[in-house]
């Protein structure tokens, strides 16, 4: 019986060469109705918008579309006049950024304007602040306590339109300096009297 001893050389193992940098492009495009646009994300207003994209078409057309505070909106003349306030949905490049899930169909503002009757001017700016309010930024906190006071002006004029508000509030603030004016006048008459009292003591 032959018994045959299979020996390996450890042969010493060389180093593994360091991987170099990871390098390449990327683009992302997307095809709506058989048209490919080029996505392209873009800085979004801290005040307007949480996100925005930017869709470019091979015609050279250009299209942004942001997700605001009011929900998903597009700058596309289909979007501009024919969808805004009226379809929920949007327009396609709306709908198929929704699809691929670049975008989020939520509204983030407060409660919603009265469907039944036309919103009045204050539940108008109410409404604003509590939409600023929910972004949850400084600046979105500054800009919600200027539409409270704003609110608060209208409610006190009782203006129902913009231009009812102008001129009411021109009334208003007059009438406030005028008061703050009589009584400081009416303080000042005061101490004077309580200093001439004062001096013939």
Known sequence: MTIVDHRQDCAQSTPRKPAGPTHGKCRLTLNINGATYRVHPIPADAFAAIKAYRLRKGDGSNYDVALTVHGPECDCPD??????GI?????KHIKALLAVGLLANVRLSGPHLPARRKATLAEMAQHEADAFRTVGTPEGMLFARTMDELALKIRMTAATTPDDYEARIEILDADVRQRWQAIGYEEGRHAGCRCGENARD
Request: one cysteine or more.
């Open 79 to 84: 979007y501009t006049f024919n969808r805004d």
């Open 87 to 91: 379809d929920p949905a949007g327009c």
